[in-house]
């Protein structure tokens, strides 16, 4: 099928550690995104990139690095994870940069205790 | 500052009716609009979406209007069923078609529940 995809599905973790979550897309798509949902169930951008460069870092903690090993793939590795990190992560693809319609992962949801 | 906004934040209706989901948002100046709807639990399926040069999109038993002087757009949803029962987000971006900074800010959405 073609879609965005992401593992784990679910993370359950201790605080201090270092986690990584996956998403790969093969929908062709240049441009890749991660969003983060917290409690509240509000979704923000974390990160965008673009043909592996990245564009976007939206003030995250520089524990949080992504890193992109080609196009169809983003990876999110968090350093140092803490309680506030729980969450569920998005990523997410669209075409190509700009105001194109964007594609999204099913999320793992992150859970630091 | 650019937000999104959308009240009331749950909807409770009877099987059959007619709905409008509403959003808001503030700078008028959009480049597109996004539907998405999420399961619990799930990702988010993207419904429509409206470029700022359009007035609405249709799919199914789903109609998405925008008008952008207002800073609004609604989610038409007719003859609901249970199985429209979900979050329904709004997302606007507000960067150009080419560029850097491409990004959707998304609304706290709406919950759903349709009753049999």
């Known amino acids: 099928d073609t879609a965005v995809s992401q593992t784990p599905k679910y993370l359950v973790t201790q605080m201090g550690n270092d986690k990584s979550i996956k998403c790969e897309q093969n929908?062709?798509?240049?441009?890749m995104y991660w969003y983060k949902q917290d409690s509240k169930k509000f979704l923000k951008i974390m990160f965008s990139?673009?043909?592996?460069?990245?564009?976007i870092n939206e003030t995250v903690p520089n524990r949080f690095s992504p890193k992109s090993p080609d196009k169809a793939h983003l990876n999110l590795h968090i350093n140092s994870l803490e309680l506030g990190d729980s969450a569920v992560y998005f990523c997410?693809?669209?075409?190509?940069?700009?105001?194109?319609?964007?594609?999204f992962g099913p999320g793992t949801r992150l859970t630091v205790t | 500052k650019q937000e999104v906004t959308q009240i009331p934040a749950a909807l409770s209706v009877p099987e059959g009716e007619n709905l409008v989901l509403n959003c808001s948002f503030t700078?008028?100046?959009?480049?597109?609009l996004q539907w998405f709807r999420q399961d619990p639990g799930k990702g988010l399926t993207s419904l429509l979406l409206i470029q700022s040069s359009q007035r609405e999109q249709t799919s199914g038993r789903l109609n998405a209007s925008l008008d952008k002087s207002s800073g609004r757009s609604t989610l038409y949803i007719a003859a609901s069923q249970p199985g429209d029962s979900a979050t329904y987000l709004c997302?606007?971006?507000?960067?150009?078609?080419?560029?850097?900074?491409?990004?959707?800010?998304f609304g706290k959405g709406i919950t759903l529940s349709v009753r049999p």
């Open positions: 700078d008028s100046a959009i480049y597109n």
């Open positions: 997410a693809s669209s075409q190509r940069q700009g105001a194109y319609e964007q594609y």
């Open positions: 929908l062709g798509h240049d441009t």
């Open positions: 990139y673009n043909n592996k460069e990245l564009i």
């Open positions: 997302a606007v971006n507000w960067t150009p078609q080419v560029g850097a900074n491409s990004k959707l800010t």
